[in-house]
C-alpha cells in the first residue's frame, strides 16, 4: 500500500510505545514544509494527543526526512503528559 504524498513532508515522527506494542511512524504534511521545524512538529504533537496511542507512548522521535538527523526528542512522553494535564 503506498503512502499519500500529502504526507510526505520533511519531518518524520517516530513513535516509540511501551513493550508489547508496535512502534509506529508518521510523516509530516507536504503543505506545511514552509513553516519552522518547532511548528511542524508541534502540530504534530497536538493532533498525536488526540490519539489512543497518547496512552503507550515513552518516546516521541522527530527526524529530517532528507538528511535522518534527529531534530528533537521527547523522552519519558508519559510522565511529559501526566505533568501537563495536572
Not at 500529502?6 to 515522527?13: E, F, L, S, V
Not at 521545524?37 to 516521541?60: E, H, N, P, W
Amino acid at each position: 500500500m503506498s503512502r499519500p504524498e500529502h504526507i510526505d513532508g520533511r519531518i518524520k515522527m517516530v513513535i516509540n510505545t511501551k513493550a508489547g506494542y508496535q512502534n509506529i511512524t508518521w510523516g509530516s504534511f507536504k503543505k506545511l514544509d514552509n513553516n519552522t521545524d518547532d511548528f511542524i512538529i508541534q502540530g504534530m504533537i497536538d493532533r498525536f494527543k488526540k490519539t489512543a496511542y497518547d496512552q503507550i507512548t515513552q518516546v516521541l522521535q522527530f527526524y529530517c526526512n532528507k538528511t535522518g538527523n534527529l531534530l528533537k526528542e521527547v523522552k519519558d512522553y508519559e510522565k511529559h503528559n501526566a505533568e501537563k494535564s495536572k
